[in-house]
């Protein structure tokens, strides 16, 4: 299923319409400058594709959008916990319906907020009040923007990320800069690290780069593009390519699907890694444009 090429339930604006896949809304933007879509399961960016260009978020052809589990793809949204130290793995946000706030444009673009608080379910598994806010700028680049609130009488902590997927057109042509030369490789156990000024794919990477720089490029080499993220909030950068055995264990991945892709993202890596007294706020960001 073509997820642009969906019905439209409502039309919001000129370049805003919501439309539906397996019961999950979809908030779809068509506009001079840029298309992308949000799922409000998860607020799960889903697509952008700037005007002009190549996609540049992959999904995988096999996701599976279903409101009990999280799509694979996209820019998945992991909050409060980042990795699996809690139930469910990389938080509750990935799988929680988030509500749209508003949305707005002009000639550059489209913004889109959705927000994420609070209820019975969610304090069953972490037991704190929260406001979140996910914006979304969509135009010739992309930012991302989560925004999360203390709104309980005492202090808490969190970590996660911005889990994104990025489209490559060879995995073996594509190499990363950015990321800095410390790392935790999940694939030895989490043993430290030290590694060059680039990183090129040869086998499965799974890396928390604990000294990023705040711009990490991915080179493209088969799209002739470099893809140019430029993170905040962060302590972190997570680099993860799945590679051939992965993938093939992977219900919700096509055999081959670790060759057009790689994860770059912006990480809060530990559960304990930004501490909001009531009242206090902390946004994390990434931001994406194409350069040639």
């Not at 998860?42 to 409101?67: C, M, Q, R, Y």
């Not at 808490?156 to 489209?167: D, K, P, Q």
């Not at 794919?201 to 430029?230: C, M, W």
Request: glycine share 8%; with cysteine; net charge negative.
């Amino acid at each position: 299923m073509d997820l642009r090429q969906l019905s439209t339930l409502t039309a919001l604006s000129d370049a805003v319409t919501i439309c539906e896949y397996n019961g999950i809304k979809i908030v779809r933007i068509i506009h001079e400058a840029a298309e992308a879509g949000i799922s409000l399961h998860g607020g799960h960016l889903v697509w952008f594709k700037p005007k002009g260009e190549n996609d540049v978020i992959w999904l995988s052809e096999k996701a599976e959008f279903d409101t009990a589990k999280a799509i694979r793809g996209g820019i998945p949204v992991c909050w409060p916990w980042f990795g699996k130290v809690a139930t469910p793995s990389h938080g509750f946000a990935r799988n929680s319906e988030w509500t749209l706030k508003e949305h707005r444009e002009n000639d550059q673009g489209v913004i889109v907020a959705l927000t994420l608080e609070d209820s019975d379910a969610t304090r069953a598994l972490w037991p704190h009040k929260f406001n979140n806010v996910l914006t979304f700028e969509i135009g010739a680049s992309l930012k991302v923007s989560l925004t999360s609130t203390n709104t309980d009488s005492t202090p808490w902590h969190f970590g996660g990320a911005l889990h994104s997927y990025f489209t490559v057109a060879d995995i073996k042509q594509t190499h990363v800069t950015g990321m800095g030369s410390q790392y935790i490789d999940s694939t030895q156990g989490g043993k430290h690290e030290e590694g060059g000024e680039q990183l090129h794919f040869e086998q499965e990477v799974d890396r928390v780069y604990t000294q990023p720089e705040d711009t990490i490029t991915v080179h493209d080499a088969g799209n002739s593009r470099k893809l140019v993220i430029t993170n905040s909030g962060h302590n972190s950068a997570v680099l993860w390519n799945p590679w051939a055995e992965l993938s093939h264990s992977m219900g919700d991945m096509a055999d081959n699907s670790f060759e057009t892709m790689v994860c770059v993202e912006s990480t809060l890596n530990k559960p304990d890694s930004i501490t909001l007294t009531p009242g206090e706020s902390h946004t994390l960001t990434t931001q994406v444009s194409v350069s040639r």
